[in-house]
Each structure stands twice: as structure tokens, then as C-alpha cells.
């Protein structure tokens, strides 16, 4: 099964200013799907952003990107011009076939 | 459009109640997972079917938990009999096979006494 390490129990970052969460993965399967989920403190869990593993070039959503290093088994997601309103948990997660697994989250704060 | 839907939202229960979460996804979606969230285990997936056929179930707790999925729009997630240590929110997602998202519900929160 896949592991999926997020390394920043917590972050923080000015408003307006860029932010980066890390996510490692390791999996045997050629093929898989990255994802990244934001989990306000409503709970609700929304979908922000999909990479493939074979997908050339980095997935981006408006102020969401992701940095797709396929050797490091590493994507990161990019949030740029930090919003208030970005303030919540962040999950990443790598699905194989509809078997989707989970990080342990990062908590973003926001700073006015 | 309907997302998916998850009934009861928050429940509160004896231990040794039996608890059965209901979950609705979407239409024209034919996979269908269950996870469990707490503070210390995160996000962890319970069940996952296909067309309505559980594919693996290695991530159910144990015995005392079970889910079906009768039809295509109607899964339920049964625990019996409830422990303290099952307090958590419970999410159904459903996604549409080799896409590539899995939208999830709102959660339903159960809190076992």
C-alpha cells in the first residue's frame, strides 16, 4: 500500500505571500493519482488539486499548484497570494485505482 | 448537484448501541469509499466498492464493523456493538471509476459514551 509523509505537523505564512506544504509518497505502482485536499475547520473535506504520475508537466488550479518531482516522490503543493480564508488542514494523498490514501496533514495558518 | 450525502450528521451513542451510517453518493458515480478520521490515526479508508462490490475491506477496524452497498445509490457503514474507542468522524466519498476525484461528504460525527 502506499505511504504518504507530510512533514509540517504546522505552518505558517503572511498574508499575500506564497506557501509551500510538503508531501513525500512511496509507492510501487507505475501508475498512481496525487491529490490534495483542504479540510476547513466546518470539516468538510474539498478537492484543491490532481496530479498523474505520468502527467509531463505540473498540475496547477488558479492559486494552487503542485510540484511534481516523480524521482523524489515528492509533491508539494504551492499556494500562492495567501488568503485568510486559507487558514485549515491540508491533506495530501496518492490513489492507485480508487485506492486512496492519506497523509497526516498540515495545518495552515494565515497570519493578517 | 447533489454531492454526496451523509446521514446523521452528528450522533451521540451508548456504548454497546449499535450505530448504521448512511451514505447517498453521487449519481452516475459507481465507486464508493468509506474512511474514518481521528486525532490520531488521521484519515484512515475503511471500505472501498466498485458497481457496488466491496473490493477491500482490509482497512475495517474489525468484526464489529460491517458495510453493504445494495444498489448504487445507498451504502451503510454498521457498527455493532459501539465502543468508546469508534468516536470519530466518519466520511463517505464516492468518485466516478478512473477519474480522477474523489468528493467526499460532509462526515458524520459519532461520538460513542
Known amino acids: 500500500a502506499q505511504k504518504i509523509t507530510q512533514t509540517q505537523p504546522g505552518m505558517f505564512v503572511q498574508e499575500k505571500e506564497a506557501v509551500t506544504l510538503d508531501c513525500t509518497y512511496d509507492t510501487s505502482d507505475p501508475s498512481y493519482g496525487l491529490f490534495w485536499y483542504k479540510q476547513p475547520s466546518s470539516g468538510e473535506m474539498i478537492f484543491l488539486i490532481y496530479q498523474g504520475s505520468y502527467d509531463q508537466q505540473n498540475a496547477t488550479e488558479g492559486r494552487y499548484s503542485l510540484n511534481f518531482q516523480k524521482a523524489r516522490k515528492s509533491a508539494n503543493l504551492v499556494i500562492s497570494a495567501s488568503q485568510l480564508g486559507d487558514s485549515a488542514m491540508y491533506f495530501c494523498a496518492t490513489a492507485n485505482n480508487n485506492d486512496m490514501r492519506f497523509g497526516a496533514g498540515t495545518r495552515l495558518t494565515v497570519k493578517p | ?113
Open chain 2, 1 to 113: 448537484d447533489a454531492g454526496v450525502i451523509q446521514s446523521p450528521r452528528h450522533e451521540v451513542t451508548e456504548m454497546g448501541q449499535e450505530v448504521t451510517l448512511r451514505c447517498k453518493p453521487i449519481s452516475g458515480h459507481n465507486s464508493l469509499f468509506w474512511y474514518r478520521q481521528t486525532m490520531m490515526r488521521g484519515l484512515e479508508l475503511l471500505i472501498y466498492f466498485n458497481n457496488n462490490v466491496p473490493i477491500d475491506d482490509s482497512g475495517m477496524p474489525e468484526d464489529r464493523f460491517s458495510a453493504k452497498m445494495p444498489n448504487a445509490s445507498f451504502s451503510t457503514l454498521k457498527i455493532q456493538p459501539s465502543e468508546p474507542r469508534d468516536s470519530a468522524v466518519y466520511f463517505c466519498a464516492s468518485s466516478l471509476r478512473h477519474r480522477n476525484t474523489i468528493y467526499f461528504g460532509e462526515g458524520s460525527w459519532l461520538t460513542v459514551v
